[in-house]
């Protein structure tokens, strides 16, 4: 049977996460199953004897994109018992879970994969790469705080994090009250420390934590001095970080709009959207886009135009022209991470003329960790 638990029945999963996760600490595992775990859900399939087969884990989180806000589900503790792999029971509980976010109208959910390999059959797709930056010899020559995110200076420090986010980004986890303490207490749980570093005037400059019993390793670093930094140790500037996967896509277009070359002040076309999993995303769609939104409309089959010139009126530009494209090729291409052409290019096809005339989603920062 495939169903929520109570939160009353969460600590039924205690015995899969620590047979799935050997290396999380007795601190952590305290943190989470105390405090993290009880403002989430917990979606399990169980056998006959109400033994936990499979478990996939949704943490919320609110997520700002492109200027709106959303609920949004942050996939962790994904496991399946030693005994019961390989038949079936992971598929089943991510299909039912894709199936009610969409019924949640959630536009996507995202993950950090422990093998990329386990989600892509699922439409999950990267579309976040971790910065690896490390404060240079060039850095802050100011003074140097310790910092509790739970303390005194909450209020102000998610301010600082809202607008350093803010400015460089379309796409982020909104930072509040609720998100600070809940990040204190993860980083407390792995004997975590908070840094703040000011400048000539005495004002915040740049935030960086570290946590890790067994080795300390940067949590984050956040910095208004781009010169202040460098690439880390290893000398790669990025890491593959977060995938996503869209699981309403009538939700996930409207923050999408036109970009500034588009001849026309609005623009209607046609996109034809493969997805295997979630039937209701599938099929074709008439996509109506503006300067500041947009919005797709179930629509009939039609013959694409042989020629690629443009139609409508003059406040509208209009094509038949039919984008053909998977969930996960379109995730790759609204979050920013890929260009279409490049994408498209796998296939051996090109995108249609009026493609250029859409403004994905620009700058994506996910650095959550469990």
Not at 80 to 105: I, P
């Amino acid at each position: 049977m495939i169903r929520y638990l109570g939160q009353e029945e969460y600590g039924k999963c205690l015995p899969l996460w620590q047979e799935a996760f050997p290396e999380d600490s007795q601190a952590f595992l305290g943190y989470y199953f105390n405090k993290k775990l009880p403002g989430s859900r917990v979606l399990v399939k169980e056998d006959g004897s109400g033994s936990i087969l499979t478990m996939a884990h949704l943490n919320p989180y609110t997520v700002m994109v492109r200027g709106r806000r959303y609920r949004l589900s942050y996939i962790v503790g994904v496991a399946t018992a030693a005994s019961s792999r390989h038949q079936g029971h992971m598929r089943d509980v991510l299909v039912k879970m894709l199936q009610d976010m969409h019924e949640c109208r959630e536009p996507f959910c995202y993950l950090m994969p422990a093998s990329p390999d386990i989600y892509r059959p699922f439409g999950f797709t990267y579309v976040f790469d971790q910065p690896l930056w490390e404060l240079g010899d060039d850095g802050p020559a100011g003074e140097k705080v310790e910092l509790r995110l739970d303390g005194p200076e909450a209020e102000w420090l998610s301010q600082w994090m809202n607008r350093w986010l803010d400015a460089r980004f379309q796409v982020y986890g909104l930072r509040d009250k609720a998100y600070l303490d809940m990040l204190q207490a993860e980083l407390d749980s792995e004997d975590g420390h908070v840094w703040g570093w000011l400048d000539s005037q005495g004002e915040l400059a740049a935030l960086q934590a570290f946590w890790g019993i067994r080795k300390q390793e940067q949590r984050f670093l956040y910095s208004d001095r781009e010169e202040w930094l460098r690439p880390a140790e290893s000398g790669r500037k990025k890491d593959p970080g977060i995938m996503a996967r869209i699981t309403d896509v009538t939700a996930m277009a409207e923050p999408i709009s036109l970009n500034e070359e588009c001849p026309c002040p609005r623009m209607e076309v046609l996109v034809r959207i493969h997805d295997r999993l979630i039937k209701e995303n599938d099929g074709l769609w008439r996509w109506k886009l503006d300067m500041d939104s947009s919005s797709l409309d179930r629509t009939s089959p039609v013959h694409e135009q042989e020629s690629g010139r443009p139609g409508g009126s003059g406040n509208c530009l209009v094509s038949t022209e039919v984008l053909d494209i998977t969930v996960d090729q379109l995730a790759s291409w609204l979050f920013g991470y890929m260009p279409l052409d490049g994408i498209l290019e796998e296939d051996g096809t090109e995108p249609p003329f009026w493609c250029r005339y859409i403004r994905p989603l620009e700058g994506i920062f996910l650095d959550e960790i469990v």
